[in-house]
């Protein structure tokens, strides 16, 4: 009979050379497999390593993230620690951390006069923020306040409050006319004399700030008068604080709130004299 030739194997590949790999390691030591496999396959690793230290490291994140307690912003407030004033909130108002997180915004600034990068990103976020409605309550400067208010971003506070609570502020509400809110929404046209200096405010000096803030405490001279923030230049927060300097902050409730009564609480919060406040500056 006649012998057949052996035909040659066919080539499968991958598997054919993984199987040349082994030969070739088959006789190494330890130390030239460890050599040999770090030369050929390092970048590999090293890309196995970085997605699992991602996928770790984001499951580790979802599973410890948890829900909002408070959520609130002190914007272009100075040399203040949000984490500070987070905790000492968080111990007044008796929110459970553990369950919770009290978070506190104290470092996002806005200025119209620059509107950089950064700022862009801050309307961003507080646009998402009151879609979400995670945002409980606002410290703007009173430029800032303005353009907010007047694009209905606040709460009627007559809706916040009982009217013998309301009149502990009586003397210290802001008030929108709301009559140019409703002409500017029926005219895209109509220009709205409260929106100062094209919204933004960067041509006016203390002295312009100063009046601008003063004719929001009249509502004798509106038509529409609706008080939606709270001037708290007198409140303990920032007497003690200082963090506001020359500029006039004002607080409001978003509209999109859903823990209103923590929020009415934080407010409670600012005006409290025995709160160290001096203290929760930050230290850089």
Same mark, same amino acid.
């Given at each position: 009979?006649?012998?057949?030739?052996?035909?040659?194997?066919?080539?499968?590949?991958?598997?054919?050379?993984?199987?040349?790999?082994?030969?070739?390691?088959? %006789?190494?030591?330890?130390?030239?497999?460890?050599?040999?496999?770090?030369?050929?396959?390092?970048?590999?690793?090293?890309?196995?390593? #970085?997605?699992?230290?991602?996928?770790?490291? #984001?499951?580790?994140?979802?599973?410890?993230?948890?829900?909002?307690?408070?959520?609130?912003?002190?914007?272009?407030?100075?040399?203040?620690?949000?984490?500070?004033?987070?905790?000492?909130?968080?111990?007044?108002?008796?929110?459970?951390?553990?369950?919770?997180?009290?978070?506190?915004?104290?470092?996002?600034? #806005?200025?119209?006069?620059?509107?950089?990068?950064?700022?862009?990103?801050?309307?961003?976020?507080?646009?998402?923020?009151?879609?979400?409605?995670?945002?409980?309550?606002?410290?703007? %400067?009173? @430029?800032?306040?303005?353009?907010?208010?007047?694009?209905?971003?606040?709460?009627?506070?007559?809706?916040?409050?009982?009217?013998?609570?309301?009149?502990?502020?009586?003397?210290? #509400?802001?008030?929108? %006319?709301?009559?140019?809110?409703?002409?500017?929404?029926?005219?895209?046209?109509?220009?709205?004399?409260?929106?100062?200096?094209?919204?933004?405010?960067?041509?006016?000096?203390?002295?312009?700030?100063?009046?601008?803030?003063?004719?929001?405490?009249?509502?004798?001279?509106?038509?529409?008068?609706?008080?939606?923030?709270?001037?708290?230049?007198?409140?303990?927060?920032?007497?003690?604080?200082?963090?506001?300097?020359?500029?006039?902050?004002?607080?409001?409730?978003?509209?999109?709130?859903?823990?209103?009564?923590?929020?009415?609480?934080?407010?409670?919060?600012?005006?409290?004299?025995? @709160?160290?406040?001096?203290?929760?500056?930050?230290?850089?």
């Amino acid at each position: 009979m006649e012998k057949q030739e052996k035909k040659p194997r066919e080539y499968r590949g991958v598997q054919d050379e993984i199987h040349e790999q082994h030969l070739k390691m088959k %006789d190494m030591t330890l130390k030239e497999k460890l050599k040999y496999f770090w030369y050929y396959y390092k970048f590999h690793t090293l890309a196995v390593i #970085l997605v699992a230290f991602f996928i770790i490291t #984001l499951g580790h994140d979802i599973l410890s993230a948890k829900d909002y307690g408070f959520y609130g912003m002190m914007l272009n407030s100075a040399f203040l620690s949000g984490e500070k004033m987070g905790d000492a909130f968080a111990e007044y108002a008796d929110i459970d951390t553990d369950q919770y997180d009290c978070f506190i915004d104290a470092q996002s600034t #806005l200025s119209y006069t620059s509107m950089n990068e950064y700022d862009m990103a801050t309307t961003q976020r507080l646009i998402a923020l009151v879609q979400t409605g995670d945002l409980d309550a606002v410290v703007f %400067d009173s @430029i800032v306040f303005n353009n907010y208010a007047n694009n209905e971003v606040f709460l009627d506070l007559r809706t916040v409050f009982t009217e013998e609570e309301l009149a502990r502020y009586r003397d210290n #509400l802001y008030y929108v %006319d709301y009559a140019q809110i409703e002409a500017a929404n029926a005219d895209s046209n109509y220009v709205n004399e409260d929106l100062v200096s094209g919204e933004d405010g960067s041509t006016m000096d203390q002295e312009d700030i100063l009046e601008e803030a003063e004719k929001h405490r009249h509502p004798e001279a509106m038509e529409k008068p609706v008080p939606v923030g709270i001037y708290i230049d007198d409140s303990a927060f920032v007497k003690k604080s200082g963090s506001y300097g020359q500029l006039i902050p004002v607080f409001g409730f978003p509209t999109t709130t859903t823990r209103l009564d923590i929020s009415k609480k934080y407010l409670d919060f600012l005006y409290d004299d025995s @709160i160290p406040f001096e203290d929760m500056l930050s230290e850089y």
